[in-house]
């Protein structure tokens, strides 16, 4: 780490002063002698001028922890997207195309999030095409605005369906389900992540959902990997299904993905950004994101996820190895069946035999040099804790393992 960051620091100042044409060509040289620091960062380093930490993620992909890193080939895409013009609504177009031909859906729509995804799914079913109607919200005079929701799938994120002004009927059985419809009815929400915790599973969901004619939109963030749910809803026939883009898609943290029926989509993109008497005016997304998004989905599909979770589950292994030493110390596997479904690694100790909290260690590992973030509301008074490796980079676990066996080991 330290020595990666030093090599490129002393690479920056072998270029200060030198004027930038100059630099592109030294950098450009092929000196085998020089070994080139992988990726040297080209601009100013912001966040190090601020003075604003940054660590090494053991979380997950955490939004307020911003989430993913974007791959290295969404951020050039992004940088030479960024030194041109376009018309939004001819990207949108181009991009809606090309999203449909690589999930096989209709169409598709870069959002800004899957919060916004889920916004604009909500207000196509109540607006549909009509300029009046999209004017109007959040006044849903005139509208259906009622949106069905199994009571164990509501989530804070419903806010974002909230905003158009639908109210959420809630409801616990597919009986129960088919008497709240009405002719108030627009949609029928269904988050994927509660599942497990709902009566009413996809296909009865969605079949309820054709038999009465209301669109179904289903949350599903954070439900990649497997790369087969970028597929596996529409296929189910949900009617329109929300992506984060910064979240395993590893896209821009600000972008997630709408995809679904060509009319809903167009009835979106209406109530969306780049028009302005619309409720999603407020969240643009802009050219460099859009392409970023649709660079990050191509990237996930060509992925090696086979490899990529044998890597995860090598980090996983060989922080447990570190702990082998203590025998109060117990470490296990943990992949969560739905949402962030990844190798976990989960810790167990005695706290009177290692003398700290999980708290205290949470503190520890933040405030050590370089610093190490848990996932948020992680520590208490118990020894237990959970380490995310998916968002580490390369060599990051082997320093999580090491700060971790000095802070249980008892050192500083
Ligand atoms: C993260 C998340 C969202 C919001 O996604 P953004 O891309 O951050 O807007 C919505 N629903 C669920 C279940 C999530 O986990």
């Known amino acids: 780490m330290n020595s990666v960051r030093t090599a490129r620091r002393s690479f920056l100042k072998l270029f200060a002063g030198v004027p930038p044409a100059a630099g592109l060509l030294m950098a450009g040289r092929t000196d085998a002698a020089a070994p080139q620091p992988p990726q040297a960062p080209q601009g100013r380093d912001v966040i190090q001028e601020l003075r604003v930490r940054t660590f090494i993620n053991a979380a997950g992909t955490f939004t307020a922890l911003s989430g993913s890193l974007m791959l290295p080939e969404v951020r050039a895409a992004m940088q030479v997207a960024a030194r041109r013009f376009v018309r939004l609504e001819d990207l949108n177009d181009a991009v809606s195309t090309r999203l449909a031909e690589l999930l096989r859906c209709e169409a598709g729509l870069v959002t800004a999030g899957c919060a916004s995804a889920m916004m604009l799914g909500t207000a196509a079913c109540l607006t549909g095409t009509d300029t009046a109607r999209i004017r109007r919200l959040p006044d849903t005079t005139g509208m259906r605005n009622e949106v069905i929701v199994q009571r164990s799938h509501r989530v804070g994120y419903d806010h974002a369906i909230r905003n158009t002004g639908a109210r959420m009927i809630e409801v616990r059985t597919s009986q129960e389900l088919v008497k709240a419809i009405n002719g108030r009815t627009a949609m029928l929400f269904y988050l994927n992540a509660s599942t497990d915790r709902g009566s009413i599973r996809h296909e009865e969901f969605v079949r309820l959902g054709r038999q009465h004619k209301i669109p179904t939109l289903i949350d599903t963030a954070a439900d990649v990997p497997p790369v087969d749910n970028l597929f596996r809803f529409q296929k189910i026939g949900f009617d329109l299904v929300c992506f984060s883009g910064g979240k395993g898609l590893r896209g821009p943290q600000s972008a997630g993905l709408l995809l679904g029926r060509k009319d809903l989509i167009a009835a979106a993109r209406l109530n969306n950004c780049p028009n302005a008497d619309a409720i999603a005016r407020t969240n643009k997304v802009n050219k460099e994101e859009i392409v970023g998004m649709l660079v990050a989905v191509e990237m996930f599909l060509k992925r090696d996820h086979e490899a990529v979770w044998k890597d995860w589950q090598g980090r996983c292994h060989r922080i447990a190895a570190a702990l082998k030493g203590f025998d109060d110390v117990r470490t296990s596997m943990n992949v969560p069946a739905i949402a962030n479904h990844v190798p976990h690694l989960r810790i167990t100790w005695e706290v009177k035999r290692r003398g700290v909290t999980a708290g205290e260690v949470v503190r ?3 405030d050590g040099k370089p610093s190490i973030e848990l996932a948020p ?24 393992a090491e700060r971790l066996r000095t802070i249980l080991g008892g050192g500083r």
């Open 364 to 366: 520890r590992l933040r």
């Open 377 to 400: 509301g992680a520590g208490g008074s118990g020894g237990n804790l959970t380490i995310g490796v998916w968002m580490m980079e390369p060599g990051e676990d082997a320093v999580v």
